[in-house]
C-alpha cells in the first residue's frame, strides 16, 4: 500500500492545502500534496513527505494542529507534544527531523489538540483537558511550560476526552469516549486559570444522538458540529441552532453519514478543508474516506451589504440588485414572503422585484431581489434586506445603508432696483416786454 496509513488519526491541512495525517502504528506523519487529492474511487497515494525517525521523537501520533506561525504541533497518546518548524516542513521522502520544541503533558490521554483564537493550545491529558498559553509556546529545547489552565474535577465529567474542536463562538466541544458523550464549554467559563472544575454548559447526550464511542470533532463550514462515532461506524451531524440548549441535550442528529458505501471501519479522525469537503481517517481499515463536500445548503449573497448613493428626500433611488446563490449539495427553499425588511429603518426602503420568494435554488442556481432607497428625512437611515430560508444560519440578512439629503432651499428673487425718472429742466417763461432788436436806418 503506497499510502502508509497505519492506524491514521485526525489530519490538519496546512496554508498550501497539504494533508497531513498522523500515522500511530508507524510513528509517523503523513504528508499527501495538495494536488494529489483529487479523482475519485481509491487513491493509493504515495506521500509527497513522510514524518520519520528516531529524531522526530513521535510514538503513537494521534493529532496534528497548525499554529500561526505554520508549524506543525503533534499530540501523541503516550508522549509530549512534538513541534516541527515551519521551514523543515518542505523536501520529499522520509524526513527524521529534530523538533523545533518539545512540550511536556502533564499526563498521556486521547492525544487530540487544537488552537483557540488567540493561539493557546488545547490538549486531551487523561481525565483532563490542559491549555498552554501562546506567550509559553516559544524558544527551542524541551519544556515544561505551567499550564494556563486545566478543566479537571468531578464536575466536567471527562473521563477519557478525546476530539477538540472550538465553534465561532469560542465554546469548546470535547469528545469523551467513555461517557459517549460531547460537552461544551463556553468561552466565559474558559477565561479563568489553574485548575477549573467546570460545569459544561451543555452535553450532548443519550439513545437519540446516536453516539457510540465518540472520537473525532470538527465544524463544518455549515455551522453543524460533526462527530465520529468509532464503535458504530457513523458520523452524525448537528444542526447548529440546536446547539444553543443548556444542560444534558439527547439530539436527533440533523443527518448521519453511515452504511457499507462510507466505508467506515472505526472512523476516528475528522478534518474539514474549507471548500467544505469532510475527510474521515478509519483507524480499522487504514485508510481515509473522501466525501466531496459536505451535502448541505448553502446562502450566499452578492453584495452582502448595499450602500445607496446620497438621496434627497422624497426621492428614490436607482434600483440595486442583490444576487442569492445555493452553494450548496442540497436545495435551498425560500416559502412565501421569505423576504423582508428589517432593522431600524425599514420603511425607508423598498423591495421592488422578488425572485426568491416561493423559489428552491438546486445547486449553484441563483434568485435576485432589487431594493430601492426613498428617504423621507434627512440623515443616514440603515436597514436589512432579510432572507428567510432552510439554510443553516436562517434568516440571512443584506445590510442597507443611505443618505437622505434636504434640498437645498431656493434662493429669495432679488429686489429690483428702481431708477428715478430725471426731471426735465423746465423752460423759463419770459416776463414784461420783449425788447426787439433796434433797426437803424439811415
Request: charged share 15%; proline share 8%; with cysteine.
Amino acid at each position: 500500500m503506497n499510502t502508509g496509513l497505519d492506524r491514521p488519526f485526525g489530519g490538519a491541512f496546512d496554508s498550501d492545502g497539504n494533508l497531513y495525517i498522523p500515522s500511530g502504528e508507524s510513528n509517523s506523519v503523513l504528508v499527501f500534496a495538495a494536488a494529489d487529492l483529487t479523482g475519485t474511487g481509491n487513491l493509493n497515494l504515495t506521500p509527497v513527505r513522510t514524518i520519520k525517525g528516531g529524531n522526530t521523537g513521535l510514538a503513537l501520533p494521534a493529532g496534528v494542529a497548525f499554529d500561526g506561525n505554520g508549524d506543525l504541533y503533534v499530540a501523541q497518546q503516550i508522549g509530549p507534544v512534538e513541534v516541527f518548524a515551519a521551514a523543515d516542513l518542505v523536501g520529499t521522502g522520509e524526513l527524521d527531523l529534530n523538533p523545533l520544541r518539545t512540550i511536556i503533558v502533564p499526563s498521556t490521554g486521547g492525544g487530540q489538540l487544537v488552537f483557540d483564537d488567540n493561539g493557546n493550545l488545547y490538549v486531551g491529558a487523561g481525565f483532563s483537558v490542559v491549555a498552554f498559553s501562546a506567550v509559553d509556546l516559544t524558544g527551542t529545547g524541551p519544556s515544561t511550560p505551567t499550564p494556563l489552565r486545566t478543566i479537571v474535577g468531578d464536575n466536567t465529567d471527562l473521563s477519557l476526552p478525546t476530539g477538540l474542536a472550538f465553534d465561532g463562538n469560542g465554546t469548546l466541544y470535547v469528545a469523551d469516549i467513555d461517557s459517549k458523550s460531547v460537552k461544551a464549554l463556553t468561552s466565559g467559563s474558559l477565561a479563568g486559570t489553574g485548575d477549573l472544575n467546570l460545569t459544561p454548559a451543555r452535553t450532548i447526550v443519550g439513545s437519540n444522538t446516536g453516539l457510540s464511542e465518540p472520537f473525532g470533532v470538527v465544524f463544518g463550514p455549515d455551522g453543524r458540529l460533526y462527530v465520529a462515532s468509532s464503535a458504530s461506524d457513523s458520523v452524525a451531524a448537528y444542526a447548529s441552532e440546536d446547539l444553543a440548549g443548556t444542560g444534558d441535550l439527547n439530539l436527533t442528529p440533523a443527518r448521519t453519514i453511515v452504511g457499507s458505501n462510507t466505508g467506515f471501519s472505526l472512523p476516528v479522525g475528522l478534518v474539514v478543508r474549507p471548500d467544505g469537503t469532510l475527510y474521515v481517517s478509519n483507524n480499522g481499515s487504514q485508510s481515509v474516506a473522501v466525501f466531496d463536500r459536505l451535502a448541505v445548503e448553502a446562502f450566499s449573497a452578492a453584495p452582502d451589504s448595499v450602500t445607496f448613493s446620497d438621496q434627497l428626500v422624497n426621492t428614490t433611488s436607482d434600483g440595486s440588485t442583490v444576487t442569492v446563490t445555493n452553494n450548496g449539495r442540497a436545495d435551498l427553499a425560500f416559502g412565501a414572503g421569505a423576504l423582508t425588511l428589517t432593522g431600524g429603518d425599514p420603511s425607508q426602503f423598498a423591495v421592488d422585484a422578488d425572485d426568491c420568494s416561493n423559489q428552491t435554488l438546486t445547486t449553484g442556481d441563483t434568485c435576485t431581489a432589487d431594493v430601492t432607497f426613498t428617504p423621507t428625512s434627512a440623515g443616514v437611515k440603515n436597514a436589512k434586506l432579510t432572507f428567510t430560508d432552510n439554510a443553516p444560519g436562517s434568516p440571512h440578512t443584506v445590510a442597507l445603508t443611505g443618505t437622505g439629503l434636504s434640498p437645498a432651499p431656493t434662493p429669495p428673487m432679488p429686489t429690483p432696483t428702481v431708477t428715478p425718472t430725471p426731471t426735465p429742466t423746465p423752460t423759463p417763461t419770459p416776463t414784461g416786454r420783449t425788447k426787439l432788436p433796434l433797426d437803424v436806418r439811415s
